[in-house]
């Protein structure tokens, strides 16, 4: 199976391409003449001068995110090479220094009075602007942000990149072999049950055996935040989160009690039902996500997995279905599995002159499918948004996850009506049910773990055992006492990117899936132009605020039943399930 590598020439031809430096010292030029025109000026501009000065400001960060993103695109396909990181490290660092004399900028805009910052409510500006100035109280001087940024290279940024090495130099030994994550993770889906226990076996001891480092790594980042709420005057670790989120915490806090509440009656009630197929008293972790027992899973080619995305997008529209065909007739993919590459799947944005780059390790089966749904979902989300321009394309997470979920969901839907028979439906309904599990429940359970552990974090340093035992607690309490667990699983938190690179991040999933299922919901029962009203959600990006979208559609999160609608459709799904079953 032939898999595509993304071309980035877009960007820059490559690492070694004159115009990066050409360019940085270009951005080195225009950020030190931003400050000398506009440094302690502001509050004295015209109406049209200050709006020019964001305009201004907006150049220099389309340039400074093209670099970053063609940087960190080449590092993630590659990160075992040395020139790659060699390159990585040197962007980001003079990155940081340019980014030093624009600091002033948005402490000194935060300084303007409400009605110096009117002439922004006229122009596309506004959203940005008033989110902005939620972030005044937490700002601090010129020179202690200046500080932060450059300490960052030293802090949080070296713990991110250290895990990533750490992760893609791990090798897992598997039947004489060396695996990579990706590798070995694979196995944990096999239709050989014996397979998938060697694989849960190795990759638990290979954890435990660099249990020190993760437990440093943890530990540090813990810190790290908890230093930064203090110096910011955070009432929690996770509060700057909901704040770049644009979502209040009593939002948060509602979604995760009505999750909670619905451990027994979903998730508990699913691990119940497919353990009767495996024949033990208990399902064992490692088959947790595998294949029932005499099930054939075929492999999916690469090209007939295209198909299958790209038609549920154009049956849902055909501007969808378009955009969808953009990414594989240009090269904007990267599915194939290699050495040094990232694990997982993302989507990234990059910049509004360029175009979004998926990355995912495509391996040919159902969930890969679904993950490459999920992440086109995010690149036409990306696509239609950076018409808005560099600040305002980027989604809060209260929709980030919306376009990448309904995209599934359209998937799985299109396959489900197109299945031929009662077992292929039987087949797509656990693959849905438990992808959604993982989504959200899973998810839930994540956050749940970061909560404590920061908590805690924040009274000392935790030893590994201590993690280890809140990963076990939130575990079982999610999944149920019809899963049994060795003493391996306890290290499984290790290997969780988000905890490292994004913490708190996690619970994005869940907003996002029980959005979407309500959503779909109206999108089934024909609700009044919703296709028009589902493309201007997503083409706004981040110069609306999500309410006003989800007005759109008669949803409102802060209602007490809104989240219970999506656990509702995930019950259904499991009872068309047992009807069938």
Request: aromatic share 14%.
């Amino acid at each position: 199976m032939t898999l595509p590598n993304w071309n980035l020439k877009k960007f820059y031809v490559n690492i070694d391409d004159n115009k990066i430096s050409k360019d940085l010292k270009v951005l080195s030029k225009k950020s030190k003449n931003f400050s000398n025109d506009f440094r302690n000026k502001l509050g004295s501009l015209k109406a049209s001068q200050l709006i020019d000065s964001l305009k201004d400001f907006e150049k220099i960060q389309e340039i400074i995110q093209k670099i970053q993103s063609f940087a960190y695109l080449s590092y993630c396909t590659n990160q075992l090479d040395e020139k790659n990181k060699k390159f990585y490290q040197q962007v980001e660092e003079k990155i940081s220094e340019i980014e030093k004399n624009l600091i002033f900028y948005g402490i000194e805009l935060n300084k303007l009075s409400t009605k110096q910052l009117l002439p922004f409510k006229k122009t596309k500006y506004k959203n940005w602007i008033e989110n902005h100035r939620k972030f005044k109280r937490f700002q601090k001087s010129e020179d202690n942000e200046k500080l932060l940024v450059e300490k960052s290279i030293t802090s949080s940024s070296a713990w991110v990149k250290f895990f990533d090495q750490t992760m893609a130099r791990l090798k897992f030994s598997f039947n004489g072999k060396e695996l990579t994550e990706t590798e070995i993770l694979n196995f944990l889906s096999s239709t050989d049950a014996n397979i998938r226990k060697k694989a849960a076996l190795v990759f638990g001891k290979t954890l435990k055996e660099n249990a020190f480092n993760f437990c440093f790594i943890m530990n540090t980042i813990s810190k790290d935040l908890d230093i930064d709420k203090n110096i910011r005057g955070f009432e929690f670790s996770e509060s700057s989160r909901h704040l770049y989120n644009q979502i209040e915490k009593s939002d948060v806090d509602s979604l995760v009690k009505t999750t909670s509440d619905n451990y027994s009656s979903i998730c508990h009630r699913y691990y119940k039902y497919k353990k009767k197929f495996f024949g033990n008293g208990k399902l064992n972790y490692w088959d947790r996500n595998a294949p029932y027992p005499g099930q054939k899973e075929s492999k999916i080619s690469w090209n007939k997995a295209r198909e299958i995305v790209v038609n549920a997008y154009t049956d849902f529209d055909k501007r969808f279905g378009d955009i969808a065909n953009l990414f594989f007739e240009n090269s904007w993919i990267d599915a194939q599995v290699k050495k040094g590459k990232t694990s997982g799947a993302f989507s990234h944005p990059t910049v509004p002159s360029c175009h979004p780059c998926i990355l995912v390790n495509y391996q040919g089966k159902i969930r890969d499918v679904m993950t490459l749904a999920h992440e086109l979902g995010h690149g036409i989300h990306q696509y239609l948004a950076n018409k808005n321009g560099v600040l305002l394309a980027d989604t809060p997470l209260t929709l980030a996850e919306t376009a990448s979920v309904f995209g599934e969901m359209l998937t799985f839907r299109s396959m489900l009506n197109k299945s031929k028979n009662k077992n292929e439906k039987i087949f797509l309904l656990r693959s849905k049910i438990e992808d959604m599990l993982n989504t959200v429940f899973r998810q839930i359970a994540f956050f749940k773990f970061e909560r404590t552990v920061h908590e805690k974090r924040a009274k000392g340093e935790l030893s590994e055992d201590e993690i280890c035992e809140i990963w076990m607690s939130t575990q079982e309490e999610s999944l149920g006492n019809s899963i049994k667990f060795d003493e391996n699983y306890k290290y499984f938190w290790a290997y969780i990117p988000h905890f490292i690179h994004s913490p708190f991040y996690v619970y994005a999933y869940a907003f996002g899936d029980c959005l979407v299922n309500s959503l779909y919901k109206k999108y089934e029962d024909g609700y009044d132009n919703f296709k028009h009203k589902y493309q201007n959600l997503l083409q706004a990006g981040g110069s609306v605020h999500y309410q006003n979208h989800l007005n759109n559609f008669e949803l409102d999160p802060k209602k007490s039943d809104f989240w219970q609608l999506g656990m509702n459709l995930i019950k259904n799904l499991i009872d068309d399930l047992e009807k069938l079953s």
